[in-house]
């Protein structure tokens, strides 16, 4: 897909994460608008998926660690067709398949319900483990936010991860460098994330620009022989809104009304 | 001589049978699966076996990813740490109705020497308030494979109490169906329900009690969520005394369970028998079992001091 193309999905991407916000008076924004990229690079590039039958067999996995970021993963399934866009305005309301966090007993498209951090690598690790002893070529992804690197089983995973060399296991670290708190070196410092990751026998790649589809594809593509892959991508919160980005009372707000046209507006002088 | 054989060594046996015939089974273990005894599994099925090391956490949300990617996988550690990844079992496991087995063994205070850190007493409470959560407890070693097979059959999350000593094996084979409470012994008079280990118990003081005239019927609880309330309303209503016998806090335990099914329902006399609100400790087996009135003696005292 050309890259003017994915821009223009990201673009809609992103109007759509804050429409649903809006509708719903609450909701993550931050997180949300930070990875839209890596989702867009996942499902419209790299990602052996078929969303008129989402749980075909031989797919690819994908795991949102950061669950909070649903309205991102819902937008982004949504593009691709897993459910008729008209659920975005359901998102957060009674009986909807768009739950707060992701459910995949209620949304198409999920593979694996997530919400409290920390989990979703170490289900991740077992998926992964899984489709090697079923001798399926199928690759999972997960992404992860930094701050929930603070969580102590994230570690338990990676350990495993590396023990048992599942090079068909992509971690993606949406790295804003912000969590609902404060800053991550204020809250609880992460050190370098990198070296952290290296030492638990990791292959990483550290993206400078967590934005740039092309260097996140390329990153994708890199092989990992032997060895979990973990993409540590430099990411801005609230990207794309000025007046959410960097900004940590962001994280878990959903904008008014008037802020949500401003910010559609932006978005759309942007493209 | 009473056969003796341990629930747990019989749980490693089980699992290595049905390993055998599906090989969809798979089994995890943080570093105990010589006391667990899925090293029985291990050691016949290497590649299905996957050691998580001391982060039971972690094993817990594995196993989910597991059945995520549609093995059976049954994940083992003593049932009180267990509860070190409770929020994985509720949010990994049971939020998503994943299909993983819990299988969690020294249960109970009869763990004995290790002492209150290791002596689950809270398990079957935590576990039974889950939503979709199965919990089976079986009483021997020939229960505890058809409580194996019937928790790889269901289709959903279990939890599987299991206990460390060597108990006894009783010689009537019964069957094992999720939520059908068995009778082991008729009664008239009482109507003891238990699970575990503590059957045995409850019918050493059953038939002390028949010398005295007084008839007790002995109930073997296996699954205690979803609660037989039909079997356990039928006996208090016939037998108008009711003693609930457990190896584990009468807090949230089969007590509470029997109690909810009775309560505004059927007079009747009502006792929970098991370890009152307190921690475990170190101790032998039976010396710790007799320090928190769990011995048959003990039971037979607490019923009579009811009925006087």
């Known amino acids: 897909m050309a890259s003017a193309e994915l821009k223009t999905i990201c673009t809609r991407v992103r109007r759509n994460i804050l429409e649903m916000l809006t509708g719903a008076a609450s909701g993550h924004a931050g997180g949300s608008l930070s990875m839209v990229e890596?989702?867009?690079?996942?499902?419209?590039?790299?990602?052996r998926i078929d969303p008129r039958n989402p749980q075909k067999e031989d797919r690819d996995y994908f795991i949102l660690s950061k669950g909070h970021?649903?309205?991102a993963y819902y937008a982004v399934l949504g593009e691709r067709g897993y459910f008729r866009k008209e659920e975005f305005r359901s998102f957060r309301q009674l009986?909807?398949?768009?739950?707060?966090?992701?459910?995949?007993?209620?949304?198409?498209?999920?593979?694996?319900?997530?919400g409290s951090l920390?989990?979703?690598?170490?289900?991740?690790?077992?998926?992964?483990?899984?489709?090697?002893?079923?001798?399926?070529?199928?690759?999972?992804?997960?992404?992860?936010?930094?701050g929930e690197l603070q969580e102590g089983m994230i570690w338990e995973a990676f350990m495993a991860a590396s023990h048992y060399g599942l090079d068909n296991l992509t971690v993606l670290i949406d790295n804003n460098g912000l969590q609902i708190d404060g800053p991550n070196d204020e809250v609880m410092c992460l050190g370098d994330i990198e070296a952290k990751l290296t030492a638990f026998g990791c292959r990483v790649i550290r993206l400078a620009d967590g934005h740039d589809i092309d260097s996140l594809l390329r990153a994708l593509d890199?092989?990992?022989?032997?060895?979990?892959?973990?993409?540590?991508?430099?990411?801005?919160?609230?990207?794309?809104?000025?007046?959410?980005?960097?900004?940590?009372?962001?994280h878990g707000k959903a904008p008014t009304r008037d802020e949500c046209e401003l910010a559609v507006q932006e978005l759309e002088e942007l493209a | 001589m009473k056969k003796m054989k341990a629930i747990r060594i019989a749980y490693g046996e089980a699992l290595a049978k049905l390993g055998a015939e599906n090989e969809k089974i798979v089994v995890l273990?943080?570093?105990?699966?010589?006391?667990?005894?899925?090293?029985?599994?291990?050691?016949?099925?290497?590649h299905r076996f996957f050691n998580a090391g001391i982060a039971e956490a972690n094993m817990v949300d594995m196993a989910a990813g597991l059945s995520v990617a549609g093995f059976i996988p049954f994940a083992s550690t003593f049932a009180v740490f267990a509860g070190r990844a409770y929020e994985q079992i509720r949010n990994?496991?049971?939020?998503?109705?994943?299909?993983?087995?819990?299988?969690?063994?020294?249960?109970?205070?009869?763990?004995?020497?290790?002492?209150?850190t290791h002596q689950a007493i809270e398990d079957v409470a935590l576990m039974r308030v889950l939503p979709g959560m199965?919990?089976?407890?079986?009483?021997d070693a020939n229960e505890t494979f058809r409580a194996v097979r019937a928790a790889a059959e269901l289709q959903g999350p279990v939890y599987l109490r299991l206990a460390r000593l060597p108990s006894e094996v009783f010689e009537e084979e019964m069957p094992f169906v999720v939520g059908k409470a068995n009778i082991f012994r008729d009664g008239a008079d009482i109507a003891f329900f238990t699970y575990g280990i503590m059957v045995s118990e409850c019918l050493k003081a059953a038939q002390a009690l028949e010398e005295q005239d007084i008839s007790a019927a002995v109930i073997n609880i296996h699954t205690l969520k979803p609660l037989d309330s039909e079997i356990v309303t039928r006996y208090a209503a016939k037998c108008g005394h009711v003693v609930t016998v457990e190896e584990h806090s009468v807090i949230g335990g089969l007590g509470d369970a029997v109690a909810d099914v009775l309560a505004g329902k059927v007079p009747c006399i009502f006792q929970k028998i098991g370890v009152q609100d307190r921690f475990g400790q170190s101790g032998k087996p039976e010396d710790v079992l007799r320090e928190y009135e769990l011995t048959p003696g003990q039971i037979i005292a607490r019923v009579l001091s009811a009925r006087k």
């Open chain 2, 29 to 46: 273990d943080s570093d105990l699966a010589h006391a667990t005894m899925t090293s029985t599994f291990a050691d016949i099925f290497p």
């Open chain 1, 69 to 71: 970021a649903a309205p």
């Open chain 2, 92 to 116: 990994g496991i049971c939020y998503s109705k994943l299909n993983v087995k819990l299988g969690m063994t020294h249960a109970g205070v009869t763990l004995g020497e290790d002492g209150g």
């Open chain 1, 118 to 146: 920390g989990q979703g690598l170490s289900i991740g690790v077992g998926v992964a483990l899984g489709h090697r002893l079923a001798g399926r070529d199928s690759h999972v992804y997960v992404a992860c936010g930094d």
């Open chain 1, 38 to 47: 890596i989702l867009v690079a996942l499902y419209f590039c790299k990602m």
């Open chain 2, 134 to 139: 199965t919990v089976l407890s079986p009483c």
């Open chain 1, 222 to 250: 890199e092989p990992s022989a032997g060895k979990p892959k973990v993409i540590l991508c430099r990411t801005v919160k609230g990207k794309g809104v000025s007046f959410m980005e960097n900004q940590v009372g962001w």
């Open chain 1, 95 to 114: 009986h909807s398949i768009l739950q707060g966090h992701p459910d995949s007993r209620k949304c198409p498209g999920v593979d694996v319900s997530t």
